[in-house]
């Protein structure tokens, strides 16, 4: 019998699996699969397991939000096997799961692990640990992420500038020099993201336009230090319509190999999840690094 590792933390939005796993698993045992099953209990479950035990199986399949899948892509990335991956998006935002247009109806994703076909995608490295699909710093790192969904579904971009405008007056920049492709800048930034999705914090195209996953290369937008009403304004407005060209104090460019450096040590967020604090950071991407299950 084919195998497969499937592996799912039962907390992810609101603990919906629990309805619906034994249709899940019976989906994957009518295709003829003898399934090992792993719940999460912790942070780190998902990557333990993975890395130890990819290479048993045929496929590895798991369901959660996006920090259950950067956990398992990242013990899978700590081996040198390359093992489809399956994933069930089942949290509250689920931007990677989004761009890969896989529904949120968990059956039809469930089922697409057994119908579908692999789709190669590239994989992030954030000082050698690996990423799926955004590492970012600064002023809204967390805003996207505390936004009540229902309110970003009805008002999409404006929530994210309407919350990140209640927290304005206590927006620290940081002195950061960023190396890429030759080029070097240096300026105060509000905020930094490093991109491979359609979406970051459930709030679609603010990444940029035309996002390729398996290009090779990141989206990155960061903002200057604001120090005027017009300038606020500007970015205001260039947020609120994804016109970037609107504002001068964002920088967008597009790159495998970027290098952060600050005076002091930033604190990051990886896929939504803590990824320390830094004061020298070199982003690569790994092109097409993992093979994942899309509809075909």
């Not at 799912?8 to 003829?32: C, M, Q, T, V």
């Not at 390359?82 to 247009?101: H, K, Q």
């Not at 579904?153 to 304005?168: D, P, Q, R, T, V």
């Not at 960061?222 to 947020?239: C, D, G, R, S, Y």
Request: hydrophobic residues 40%; aromatic residues 8%; proline residues 2%.
């Amino acid at each position: 019998m084919k195998k497969m590792l499937f592996i799912y933390n039962p907390k992810a939005g609101r603990g919906r699996i629990r309805e619906e796993l034994a249709d899940i698993l019976d989906i994957f045992a009518s295709a003829g699969y003898e399934i090992t099953i792993y719940p999460t209990r912790r942070n780190g479950d998902a990557e333990k397991v993975a890395a130890e035990r990819e290479s048993d199986f045929d496929i590895v399949a798991c369901c959660g939000g996006d920090g259950t899948l950067d956990e398992t892509v990242r013990g899978m990335m700590k081996n040198e096997y390359r093992t489809p991956l399956g994933y069930i998006p089942a949290g509250s935002t689920n931007d990677f799961g989004g761009s890969l247009a896989l529904p949120k109806d968990m059956l039809k994703s469930a089922d697409i692990i057994i119908h579908g076909k692999n789709k190669a995608v590239d994989v992030g490295l954030f000082n050698n640990e690996a990423f799926v699909y955004v590492a970012a710093f600064g002023a809204f790192t967390e805003v996207s992420y505390s936004t009540d969904q229902d309110m970003k579904n009805a008002i999409g971009h404006s929530a994210y500038i309407l919350e990140g405008m209640k927290s304005f007056t206590k927006i620290k920049p940081y002195h950061v020099t960023v190396e890429h492709d030759g080029e070097t800048i240096d300026g105060n930034f509000i905020y930094g993201m490093v991109t491979n999705s359609n979406s970051v914090g459930g709030i679609k195209g603010i990444t940029g336009e035309n996002v390729d996953l398996a290009d090779g290369l990141f989206e990155v937008n960061l903002i200057k230090e604001i120090t005027t009403p017009l300038e606020f304004q500007k970015l205001v407005n260039a947020l609120a319509t994804g016109n970037y060209g609107l504002s001068e104090n964002i920088v967008s460019f597009t790159s495998g190999n970027i290098k952060f450096s600050s005076e002091k040590k930033i604190a990051w967020t990886l896929d939504g999840e803590n990824g320390g604090k830094h004061d020298e950071v070199e982003i690569i991407n790994i092109k097409q690094a993992i093979d994942i299950r899309v509809a075909e």
